[in-house]
């Protein structure tokens, strides 16, 4: 993430327009991606979670 936010804006700047947004405005996007990519990841993992460790390894592949 720490390379995303300078690489898009420097897209912006080279496809649109020079002007900078608010930096309130990168803050908010940053923290809703960073929240958005921690949810999407938590939620699998909680979810294999509530299985038994033990019928799981033992489960036959597809």
Do not use: C, D, Q
Not at 25 to 50: F, G, I, N
């Amino acid at each position: 993430m720490a390379a995303g936010i300078p690489a898009g804006l420097g897209l912006y700047w080279f496809f649109g327009t020079r002007i900078t947004p608010p930096g309130s405005w990168l803050l908010t996007a940053a923290l809703a991606v960073l929240l958005a990519v921690a949810a999407l990841a938590a939620l699998p993992a909680w979810a294999h979670t509530r299985k038994p460790a033990a019928r799981v390894l033992n489960a036959e592949t597809a």
